[in-house]
């Protein structure tokens, strides 16, 4: 009886705890908990059952709840022995990779908990996968073991400094996707800074130079540095407004554009730049192959994907830009387009391979300023698969090669979001 | 007694989970030294090297637990074939963390040298076959899964294949990009832990055939001769065997060294 009522405290005080700080993220935890909560007057109207019943369905209740948390929950009580261990918390002890080492956190800061201190360590664990979390383990006193109400809340109020507890929780929360988009974040704010920031201050520099510079001939290499860092700007503007304007997709026309002639044009907008660097682009695209798509989107995300693959190529190295169709039959007639543009170049390193599509990432700052990209081709690339209901995708090993892939799925699962001037009216 | 039984079940029990543990402490550090390497991450390299000290520590932990089950318990049979595989295995698993300190302090000597993204390729992929060499040894001492056991070797071969690569990468390298020829000596070395992470994987490997049949497999090969650990003589193999049978053939292989 003690430990069912003991176990019930603290699961609902993890269990409200927990929707809580969620508000709105994890409604549905929040409406199961809201229902666990009130079921038990509702038993009482109906007279069913004693308290120790009442208890006992309770607790499974919020046992349940609490299983379906993604926070792993550990319960000990006053002697340290585990009472109660959640779904999340069961398989973390179970695991066989880096997940044990979370494990291992929990038990090492139970002594702590149930000497009364509120306690909370940060374990980062390099995975694969990588992985953040945040453990906390804190005391909890049952201040009346007959209401489990007051339990709850005594448990709740009774923090840091407790003489005597009752037991100790564990709680375990997964923060790898919080410090992934905080450092997306952060490095964003540098790195756009340093995108716009650099050609201006150079340009200033310079012309502040050539304002006392008599000699013709270095007034000349001046304005063609000028020059060379005011066409920098003028890329990054123009790649910066390309990607906010296929972000709104506000002036997308779909249309049906047959795909040879896409790559056609893509290589057209490339010019001169592959055949410079003796690079040669092979073609490996079946003929009349149609997608449904805004041609000037497609055009440049594929322009953008080989002029990447140019630039992190060895001269004299061989680009292939292929095509498939997946999955065409009965019921879908198109097929999905896999459109792929592989080379043979340096390759991206596997931490960086999740990232190459933020904007302005650079895997290698040195080297982007030789190549000149604006760090937006990728993030275009992305926009354009996204706008068309597809993905792009990246194999690479360093020093192999890379693949990317775009994949376009056929027209009828394209996202409603732009608006699709060519089939106006066509419910589909 | 039977209580006493009990007690010694859940210490090989526990014994087994904090193996898990131990096992993943090293994976992490082989990723963790393999992005340090990668990333010239000097900070990174220095928490590594520090942190060996709590792989040894924990190690030494688990070792004087061992030792309390065999002088406390004297278990017999298959408890005693896996409490002396355990021994074994935490020997292979602090040497393979101790690998990868290795990895990190040859990281801190070359850390201003370029290397090539062949070799970047081909260390990263080294560190991940070695991580997965030390989970697969792992798994199959937990599941005592002597078939996984008895892959490892195969597996090992990979690894070994790309060291093969990567040192002629570091001649092309050497003579191609003027790497120079101490980074290269410390690359190549690198190379080197890397692949006897794998080894020690593959010794595990064979450890865990002990603890699951009671037989040691053969040495092949002439990575390793003249067996290191002596067969059992005939006396001890009573109380370590499964059966009257205890193994094969005792006595080391003759033949095999060269």
Not at chain 1, 14 to 32: D, F, P, Q, S
Not at chain 1, 172 to 182: S, Y
Not at chain 2, 7 to 35: N, Y
Not at chain 2, 224 to 251: F, Q, V, W
């Amino acid at each position: 009886m003690t430990g069912v009522a003991v176990l019930l405290g603290v699961l609902l005080v993890v269990a409200v705890g927990a929707a809580w700080y969620w508000r709105g993220v994890a409604t549905a935890a929040g409406t199961a908990v809201a229902a666990v909560a009130e079921s038990p007057p509702a038993g009482d109207a109906e007279g069913a059952g004693s308290d120790g019943e009442r208890d006992d369905l309770l607790a499974e209740r919020l046992r349940a709840v609490v299983d379906h948390l993604q926070w792993a929950v550990v319960i000990w009580d006053a002697e340290g022995q585990e009472i109660y261990r959640n779904r999340v918390a069961r398989a973390m002890f179970e695991a066989r990779d880096s997940q044990v080492l979370v494990a291992a956190a929990i038990e090492e800061l139970r002594a702590d908990a149930l000497a009364g201190r509120s306690v909370r360590r940060e374990v980062d664990v390099f995975g694969p996968p990588v992985g953040s979390f945040l453990v906390v383990a804190r005391p909890f006193r049952v201040r009346s073991l007959d209401d489990p109400a007051a339990a709850g809340s005594a448990g709740a109020a009774g923090g840091a400094g407790a003489a005597q507890v009752d037991g100790a929780v564990a709680m375990v929360e997964d923060r790898t996707l919080q410090r992934r988009i905080e450092t997306v974040r952060r490095d964003f704010v540098a790195n756009i800074s340093h995108e716009l920031k650099t050609p201006i201050g150079a340009v200033g520099l310079l012309a502040e130079t050539v304002i006392d510079e008599p000699d013709p001939a270095v007034v000349e290499r001046l304005a063609t540095r000028m020059i060379a860092e005011t066409d920098r700007l003028g890329r990054t503007v123009d790649d910066l407004l390309e990607l906010s304007s296929i972000e709104f997709g506000d002036d997308a026309e779909f249309e049906d554009v047959e795909l040879a002639a896409l790559v056609a044009e893509a290589e057209d907008r490339l010019g001169s730049a592959p055949a410079q660097a003796g690079i040669e682009i092979r073609r490996d695209v079946p003929a009349g192959v149609v997608i449904h798509g805004d041609r000037r989107q497609l055009v440049s995300a594929l322009a953008n994907l080989v002029d990447n693959a140019v630039k992190y190529s060895a001269d004299g190295s061989e680009i292939t830009v292929g095509a498939t169709v997946a999955g065409a039959g009965e019921d879908d007639p198109e097929g999905t387009v896999l459109l792929s543009v592989a080379d043979a170049g340096i390759g991206v390193p596997r931490r960086d391979l999740d990232r190459i599509f933020e904007r302005f990432y650079r895997v290698d700052r040195a080297r982007s300023r030789r190549t000149g990209g604006t760090g937006l081709g990728l993030a275009i690339v992305r926009h354009v698969a996204a706008n068309h209901g597809g993905d792009v995708r990246v194999e690479s090993t360093e020093g192999v090669g890379s693949v990317f892939t775009l994949v376009l799925p056929p027209r009828h699962s394209a996202p409603p979001g732009p608006p699709d001037g060519s089939d106006g009216g066509d419910e589909r | 007694m039977d209580e006493m039984r009990i007690e010694f079940h859940e210490e090989m029990e526990a014994l087994r989970s904090d193996v898990i543990r131990l096992g993943a402490m090293v994976c992490e550090t082989v990723g963790r030294g393999t992005a340090a390497l990668l990333d010239r991450d000097l900070h990174a390299a220095q928490l590594l090297i520090d942190g060996d000290d709590v792989i040894d520590d924990f190690c030494l932990g688990l070792e004087e637990r061992c030792c309390q089950l065999l002088a406390l318990q004297a278990p017999i049979a298959g408890d005693l074939r896996f409490i002396l595989t355990t021994l074994r295995l935490l020997s292979e698993l602090e040497r393979s963390g101790d690998l990868m300190v290795n990895v990190c302090k040859a990281s801190r000597r070359i850390y201003d040298i370029e290397f090539g993204p062949q070799l970047r390729g081909l260390i990263e992929h080294m560190g991940e076959e070695a991580a997965f060499l030390v989970r697969t040894a792992i798994d199959s001492y937990v599941d005592a899964d002597t078939s996984l056991a008895a892959a490892l070797d195969d597996i090992d071969d990979r690894l070994d294949e790309l060291q093969t690569a990567y040192v002629q990468a570091i001649f092309t390298s050497h003579s191609v990009d003027n790497l120079n020829l101490q980074a290269a000596v410390q690359l190549a070395m690198i190379g080197r832990y890397y692949e006897r992470i794998g080894d020690h994987a593959v010794n595990i490997g064979e450890r865990v055939q002990y603890m699951v049949t009671g037989w040691l497999p053969d040495h092949p090969g002439a990575t390793r001769p003249a067996a290191p650990i002596t067969p059992s003589p005939g006396s001890d193999g009573d109380a370590l065997g499964p059966g009257t049978d205890s193994g094969p053939d005792s006595g080391p292989a003759p033949g095999e060294a060269s």
